[in-house]
């Protein structure tokens, strides 16, 4: 299973962008997607998560500027980030509980990280 982020890039104070995240190769079910960054120096942290049934979860950092989201059937997983803030630099990654064949386990697969920088 792979991941491919992209969406990242410069953008000023209070500017927006939209992040993508596609899940492909062999993959029979996919349970939670989530976005996850980390700035230098800091651990990485969870920006939010969805459930395959739609609950979401963000981070008290971002409620009411950051919304997840995802389309199904394209184990997308989105992050359509507004009213940014430069401490919301860091690189994102995107991450899917995903299960490869029935009743295997789910196993957390992970993009390989995308940069958003916040600056004028």
């Known amino acids: 299973v792979q991941l491919q982020a992209s969406g990242g890039g410069l953008v000023q104070p209070g500017g927006s962008l939209r992040l993508s995240c596609t899940a492909s190769?062999?993959?029979?079910?996919?349970?939670?997607m989530g976005w996850y960054r980390q700035a230098p120096g800091n651990e990485r942290e969870l920006v939010a998560s969805?459930?395959?049934?739609?609950?979401?979860k963000h981070a008290d950092s971002v409620k009411g500027r950051f919304t997840i989201s995802r389309d199904n059937g394209k184990n997308t997983v989105y992050l359509q980030m507004n009213s940014l803030k430069p401490e919301d630099s860091a690189v994102y990654y995107c991450?899917?509980?995903?299960?490869?064949?029935?009743?295997?386990?789910?196993?957390?697969?992970w993009g390989q990280g995308t940069l958003v920088t916040v600056s004028s």
């Open positions: 190769g062999r993959i029979f079910s996919i349970n939670d």
């Open positions: 991450n899917a509980a995903a299960q490869t064949v029935p009743g295997v386990i789910y196993f957390t697969y």
């Open positions: 969805m459930a395959k049934g739609g609950v979401t």
